[in-house]
């Protein structure tokens, strides 16, 4: 009985032996891609160039343009988040024990810690998280800042509102404002890249 992987280079040879370098076969595996161009090679008598031979994880890599883990280190970012998911709920309770109340001082400041959020985040996911400092400085307010939730009913009018509202504070900037899903939609643009397959087909 002849192999599935020779009957399959067998019918690429058969029916591409004049332009075998503008296929592109994708296996599940390199060893079914290393086993098919071993039965092609076998069956070329003259100097070509080969078909393109990728596996699945490889094509969606090169189409993506994000690579893939290697075991060991796929294992080691699953314990790293084991452990963050187990211990950090005591971590977090011990640090608002401890830092609630507690008295800072930045560029001649004095500043009261009132609270510790553990899941902020201001960029992409692709950024790694780092701590973060919110400042409410309501005794040398240079300017003000804010991240407002409102509804979809009267946007303009609310967005209005809060600019009087702003001018309270004496706001000496030009009052300027933009939405988190553009914001959002802007982080993840280049994501889009998957669909860029000209390389492999």
């Not at 599940?28 to 071993?38: I, L, S, V, W, Y």
């Not at 290697?70 to 988040?81: P, Q, V």
């Amino acid at each position: 009985m002849t192999p599935f992987l020779n009957s399959l280079a067998r019918y690429v040879f058969d029916n591409y032996k004049e332009d075998l370098s503008r296929i592109c076969m994708v296996f599940p595996n390199r060893r079914a891609g290393m086993f098919f161009t071993r039965h092609l090679s076998e069956m070329i008598d003259r100097p070509v160039w080969k078909p393109a031979v990728y596996t699945i994880s490889d094509l969606m890599s090169g189409l993506s343009g994000i690579g893939y883990g290697e075991d060991l280190d796929l294992l080691y970012d699953l314990y790293r988040f084991y452990i963050r998911e187990k211990f950090l709920p005591i971590i977090w309770f011990l640090a608002r024990r401890i830092l609630f109340g507690q008295i800072t001082w930045d560029g001649g400041l004095q500043q009261e810690i009132i609270g510790v959020v553990n899941d902020f985040h201001y960029a992409s996911m692709h950024n790694k998280i780092d701590p973060l400092v919110m400042v409410l400085n309501d005794v040398d307010m240079r300017y003000f800042y804010a991240n407002i939730k409102i509804g979809g009913a009267d946007r303009q009018g609310t967005i209005d509102f809060v600019d009087q509202v702003r001018k309270q504070f004496n706001d000496r900037y030009p009052f300027k404002y933009a939405f988190m899903e553009d914001r959002l939609a802007d982080y993840y643009r280049s994501d889009g890249r998957i669909s860029n397959n000209q390389p492999f087909m």
